[in-house]
């Protein structure tokens, strides 16, 4: 067998290897997602599906106030939510990677992921107990004597979306900040205390920066998935914390208009593609001005 | 021992009992000495031995459990590493992936507040002084070994430190770079007159750039001395064995006249050695020493003839210029290791063939 028959049986078996997560995601993403941009070009004709070209619906979606109101509280609570997540979760890495002994670090990266031994929907659950009107912490509180009356702000509003989305998706923001705080060479700490930082400037000048992609994959994962989330908003959201995802959930099912929930959640894509690569050219601009 | 007691020049670091437990391990044993101003100083040992903790300790990344570090007269407890008046050239070097080459070197002075013009021209002398002039704009990450260890060596040589540490910086590289790194840093060191402290386990490189080295096995220093000191007078079996190569022979003691003592070496024969020769005196236990250039297989008749050993070729190894034979003295089953000049050998030797091995009593050292 000469070397260039290896070469190209290999090349092959990549190809093979490759080729069932290609077609799966061919399948189940890419020719759905071409469906519903498809279907956003069309109209809905009472029953029927008017399949003419039209950009009526995105022209709704775009200048509609309800929408557009959708819109931006959805952006809101997802920059909150990602900025509250990762705040959050970046100390839990730190700590985890620079202060656990090495041996325990796998059982504390284990114990984070605990949560996830329960299903989504039961941990939304559990926060509407948390704060619900005779929640865990009215209960506590009036138990206490600190209040007589059970606080209503805690549940059905943005604020509860923001702590229970935040509580879902930690865990997703702690592993990428660990692993990029992990691969941190300590000599590099170790070079910049002797060249004359304190702990503080150290954190900024070294720490952050090597940090970077961790953080940014982080957010990254954090933003993308809570705009879409409707499951949430639904459960604590309350009458003022219906989401975007909310309303293209009514247009394909209440509403029976799919071609404008199609526009929706099409444009919905297009927002959150927009500013994930906004906040990707900042960073590396951030990034650049350090060197 | 010589430089030990020279009063002239003044210790830039003191080192008095410094010991470093890790748990019931312990790496420093009380260790005490003096690092003169402008001097270049090798810890060299095995892994394990303690000499990188010592390092640190200096530098201040390990808090010693008991004992004092003081630099240029000043105590340096309770002080950390960025106070501390040292700098460190790390094993890794530790250069800053996300900064460019101008950027890392300028790290100290920035962290200093320095002013922008003064960081600029201080950059520049120091990216000369280590031989990349124009590198500023690189980043750091497309650099070779080489200039990594430059990177690393201008960026804490712009701090002016009294003292530069320098952990095992040379291990990282491939050999012919490694040797040109060792000369142009004795040469860094002599132009800057800065104390430069070297950790190694290579004894080539601590014999050659160093002025003083220590010897350290087990967290504690068993020698230190110059380098011809070192490698002519080793205190004991331990040192003379990690510095150079040396062979071992039996020794039994046969009288003891005045300050001479008549001993029966294994495989050479009886002879007279002084005092000098047993710098820790004789023991049940003291071997014979005596390094491979110190024997000489006789090949011209009519060449001086000191004291002759019998033995036959056992291995030979050719490296160029020197060949090193093992040889197998007559008598007993002890090989020994001889190294000549091949300038010095006037006829082929081979294995099996019986050779005359000439020797100096001068040059036995009696060893524990």
Redesign the interface.
């Known amino acids: 067998m000469n070397f260039s028959l290896i070469q190209k049986i290999r090349g092959q078996a990549g190809l093979i290897l490759v080729s069932p997560p290609f077609f799966y995601a061919l399948l189940l993403l890419a020719f759905p997602l071409m469906g519903v941009l498809a279907l956003s070009f069309w109209t809905q004709d009472y029953l029927e599906l008017n399949r003419g070209f039209t950009l009526d619906n995105y022209r709704e979606a775009w200048t509609g106030a309800i929408y557009q109101a959708l819109m931006l509280r959805s952006l809101k609570i997802s920059i909150l939510v990602t900025l509250l997540t990762v705040v959050l979760a970046f100390p839990v890495a730190y700590f985890i990677s620079f202060h656990v002994p090495p041996k325990k670090k796998p059982l504390w990266i284990f114990l984070i992921t605990i949560p996830f031994w329960t299903s989504y929907l039961i941990r939304i659950f559990l926060w509407k107990v948390i704060l619900g009107f005779n929640g865990v912490i009215n209960g506590s509180l009036i138990g206490i004597g600190l209040i007589d009356e059970p606080l209503k702000f805690l549940l059905f509003n943005q604020g509860a979306i923001v702590v229970t989305l935040s509580h879902a998706w930690i865990p997703f923001a702690i592993l990428p900040i660990y692993v990029a705080l992990e691969k941190i060479?300590r000599?590099?700490l170790?070079?910049?205390?002797?060249?004359?930082?304190?702990p503080v400037?150290r954190f900024i000048?070294?720490t952050l920066?090597?940090a970077m992609p961790g953080i940014i994959a982080a957010t990254l994962i954090v933003f993308i998935p809570t705009i879409g989330d409707y499951v949430t908003p639904k459960l604590v959201g309350g009458p003022n914390g219906l989401l975007i995802a909310n309303m293209i959930e009514v247009q394909f099912k209440k509403a029976n208009n799919a071609p404008l929930g199609a526009a929706l959640a099409l444009s919905a894509m297009f927002v959150v593609s927009t500013m994930a690569m906004v906040f990707l050219w900042f960073n590396r601009k951030y990034?650049k001005q350090?060197? | 021992m010589k430089q030990e007691t020279n009063s002239e020049a003044k210790p830039i670091i003191r080192i008095e009992s410094i010991q470093k437990n890790y748990g019931v391990i312990e790496a420093l044993k009380s260790i005490s000495f003096n690092i003169n101003q402008g001097e270049f100083l090798t810890l060299l040992g095995p892994s394990g031995c303690g000499k990188t903790t010592l390092l640190r300790v200096i530098?201040g990344?390990e808090i010693p459990n008991a004992g004092l570090v003081e630099i240029d007269g000043n105590n340096m407890e309770g002080i950390?590493?960025?106070?501390r008046p040292?700098?460190?050239v790390?094993?890794?070097y530790?250069v800053?992936?996300?900064?460019?080459v101008g950027?890392n070197v300028a790290?100290?002075l920035r962290?200093?507040k320095a002013d922008r013009q003064t960081i600029s021209e201080e950059v520049n002398k120091a990216l000369a002084m280590v031989g990349m002039e124009g590198f500023n704009d690189r980043?750091s990450t497309a650099l070779s070994g080489g200039q990594r260890q430059r990177v690393a060596l201008a960026?804490?040589l712009i701090?002016k430190p009294k003292v530069l540490l320098l952990d095992e910086p040379l291990s990282a590289l491939d050999k012919r770079l490694r040797e040109q790194m060792q000369s142009e840093l004795r040469q860094l060191q002599r132009s800057v007159g800065i104390t430069f402290i070297l950790v190694t386990h290579d004894q080539e490189e601590a014999l050659t750039m160093s002025d003083r080295i220590a010897v350290m096995f087990d967290g504690k220093i068993a020698q230190l001395a110059s380098p011809k000191e070192l490698y002519r007078r080793p205190t004991n079996i331990q040192v003379a064995n990690f510095v150079g190569t040396m062979n071992f022979l039996n020794l039994d003691l046969l009288a003891q006249e005045g300050g001479d003592l008549v001993v029966e070496i294994e495989g050479l024969g009886k002879t007279t050695l002084t005092i000098d020769q047993a710098p820790l005196g004789y023991q049940s236990n003291s071997m014979a020493g005596i390094r491979p250039e110190m024997f000489t297989i006789i090949t011209n008749q009519g060449q001086a003839k000191p004291m002759i050993a019998k033995g036959r070729i056992a291995e030979t190894q050719y490296f160029g210029d020197m060949t090193y034979f093992d040889a197998n003295l007559e008598g007993t089953d002890r090989v020994v290791t001889i190294s000549m000049r091949n300038s010095d050998i006037s006829f082929d030797i081979n294995i099996g063939d019986d050779v005359e091995i000439g020797w100096n009593p001068n040059s036995i050292l009696v060893l524990n």
């Open positions: 060479d000599s590099l170790e070079a910049s205390e002797d060249l004359g930082d304190g400037r000048r070294v920066p090597l990034l350090g060197q | 530098a990344f950390p590493a960025n106070q040292t700098n460190m790390f094993q890794s530790a800053f992936p996300h900064m460019t950027k790290y100290g962290a200093r980043p960026r804490a701090l």
